[in-house]
């Protein structure tokens, strides 16, 4: 399988990464060449393996259903890009 | 009077403990080697002044006898651990300006054990390469220089090259890594340190940067197996934050060191033996077989069949939790916004992100966007998933016949800058030796066993049973012991 210049610009809109004619150009074979490297995978035979899903042997914990923080308003927000009266803000969304 | 900088953890420990020195002092010595070094590159933040007041608590506690684990101890923290009220980046321009409101547990569990903090490590961005050439912050240059009077900078390593840099240069004695396909590792054989990466969930991935939460495993750097082993006691043990974090008692690995290998068995993965390796390394490998002979143990032949499938698993696994675990960073709660004129919110995500990112990041969260994607999901993810147990399998394997084995840490010595960093899968091939160990999510430790002939180091990897990082450091020190490597780079910064 390979990519594209649509499939790449179609990604890279997945992944919300604005890109230009020029970086489209230069990922098409650089993705390419990755993904054509991994495609070496499909020579195993995993017929009868499970993926992994856990590499050390563990139980889900589960803890009392407690709170466990709040009243921290001022630490959440004090890295935010822009905050106002207590909230995160975001361009206009709704019409 | 003894150079403060030349001491290890354990020199300092207990130097300071018998009163041979302040804690005040020690600091003050690594601030000034730190001050002095700024052509290495290996700080994106110092803190001369955190160190310093910890200092100055460890040398009011030796006066009232509380003294703590660490106490007089400075050390450098990778800037991938959160720290309360010290900017934290990942190397990211994303991320520049963040200061944490809290503190990463494995950091919290330093301090309280009394170490103090010399400053914030570089690294590869989002700790993503082998070389801290992707770091937004420049790259590190390592204090070794080839022997031929060739003076081109070579690269530390990566990702935790800051890290590997400042102790190979003394700035620190010691300061953590972290590990997902070899980031301790390669970055340690490359500048002549030692380095583990412990099994995975010993240590709390909680307040560290997240890239591949199902790999990300921090570790300690230092010179020798010995520091090595007292700082992963003082970082390890069970977190209820962490849910992977294992619910286990932390041995006492220091106290029970030993260099006596009867009765261990090593073995030789042959996979390992790859085309292209330069002779000193096999000759390496060779001596250090030897060695563990020497310490007792009997060296067995095993094989790993799918070795040449964990690089091309690991890059697609790797990537795809990068490109989940990096969503989060979208210019609203914390980091960089970029907002163009009259832009939606959609437009200042992907511009955000487009400023933020450089072009590795971007790189591996496509590619994890497209193997998860809809109709190349089960094709990529789920096979590369179930080759992972495959590795993890072959390793089970080999355990039947022996309780460790021994490898080459990487298939060359440290390379110059620029030499890879046009070739992502040049790059990528650096870490054949490292990758499958973090899939399989076992311990595994990089010490140095000597130099190659332009004078630049070689480290050999110990790769344990889950759990087993007592038999790993041990093997580590029995070849310390026998390699007396004491070289180091000749200072010209």
């Known amino acids: 399988m390979s990519v594209d210049h649509a499939t790449v610009r179609k990604i890279a809109s997945l992944a919300r990464i604005a890109v230009t004619d020029d970086q489209v150009e230069a990922m098409v074979p650089e993705l390419n060449n990755i993904l054509g490297w991994i495609e070496q995978l499909g020579e195993v035979d995993t017929s009868a393996v499970q993926p992994m899903t856990a590499v050390i042997p563990n139980v889900l914990r589960l803890r009392d259903d407690v709170v466990t923080d709040g009243d921290v308003r001022d630490a959440v927000l004090k890295n935010a890009p822009q905050a106002e009266q207590g909230f995160f803000t975001v361009p206009k969304v709704i019409e | ?116 903090m010399l400053g914030k490590l570089n690294l590869d961005q989002f700790a993503m390469g082998s070389s801290n050439e992707t770091s937004f912050f420049g790259n590190v ?194 980091g960089l916004r970029d907002l163009p004129d009259g832009a939606n919110l959609q437009d200042m995500y992907a511009a955000t992100r487009a400023a933020g990112f450089g072009d590795e990041v971007k790189r591996r969260i496509l590619i994890g966007t497209y193997v998860l994607s809809a109709g190349f999901y089960d094709a990529y993810y789920t096979q590369a998933q179930k080759v992972r147990t495959l590795i993890a399998r072959d390793f089970d394997q080999a355990w039947e016949t022996c309780d460790l084995l021994l490898t080459p840490t990487a298939p060359s010595a440290a390379f110059g800058l620029g030499e890879k960093s046009d070739d992502p899968l040049a790059m990528y091939l650096n870490d054949v030796f490292t990758v499958p160990t973090s899939l399989a999510g076992l311990p595994a430790m990089s010490v140095p066993g000597g130099l190659d002939a332009l004078g630049l180091p070689l480290g050999l990897q110990i790769i344990g049973k889950a759990l087993d990082e007592q038999t790993v450091l041990n093997a580590g020190l029995a070849i310390e012991e026998r390699a007396g490597f004491t070289a180091r780079a000749d200072k010209w910064w």
Not at chain 2, 64 to 83: E, N, Q, R, W, Y
């Open chain 2, 1 to 116: 009077m003894t150079n403060l900088t030349d001491l290890g953890i354990a020199a300092i420990r207990d130097g300071f403990k018998a009163g041979d020195f302040t804690a005040r002092d020690v600091a003050s010595a690594f601030n000034e080697a730190v001050a002095g070094a700024k052509a290495l590159n290996a700080f994106i933040v110092e803190t001369p002044e955190i160190a310093l007041a910890a200092a100055d608590q460890a040398d009011k506690d030796r006066a009232s006898g509380s003294l703590k684990p660490l106490s007089g101890v400075p050390i450098g923290m990778k800037d991938l651990f959160a720290t309360k009220d010290v900017q934290t980046t990942a190397a990211s321009h994303i991320l520049e300006g963040f200061v944490p409101q809290y503190e990463s547990t494995v950091s919290g569990k330093l301090w309280n054990a009394g170490a103090g």
């Open chain 2, 141 to 334: 240059i390592s204090p070794w220089r080839r022997n031929n009077g060739d003076t081109a900078a070579l690269a530390p390593g990566g990702s935790s090259g800051g890290t590997s840099s400042a102790i190979a240069a003394r700035l620190v004695p010691g300061a953590t890594g972290t590990d997902t396909g070899g980031s301790i590792r390669q970055p340690a054989a490359f500048t002549g340190i030692s380095g583990i990466k412990p099994t995975y969930g010993r240590c709390s991935r909680w307040g560290i940067v997240a890239f591949a939460s199902s790999l990300d495993q921090a570790g300690p750097m230092a010179r020798d197996v010995r520091d090595c082993a007292i700082l992963l006691e003082n970082m390890a043990g069970f977190d209820p934050k962490d849910s992977t974090s294992l619910d286990l008692p932390v041995p006492n690995w220091e106290a029970a060191l030993s260099t006596d290998l009867k009765g261990k068995r090593v073995g030789i993965p042959k996979e390992y033996r790859v085309d292209g390796m330069p002779a000193e390394i096999d000759a390496l490998w060779e001596q250090g077989i030897n060695w563990l002979k020497d310490a007792g143990a009997e060296i067995v032949n095993v094989s790993l069949p799918h070795t040449q499938y964990a690089l091309p698993a690991y890059y697609i696994i790797a990537p795809a939790e990068a490109s989940s675990n990096l969503a989060r960073y979208d210019g609203v709660r914390y």
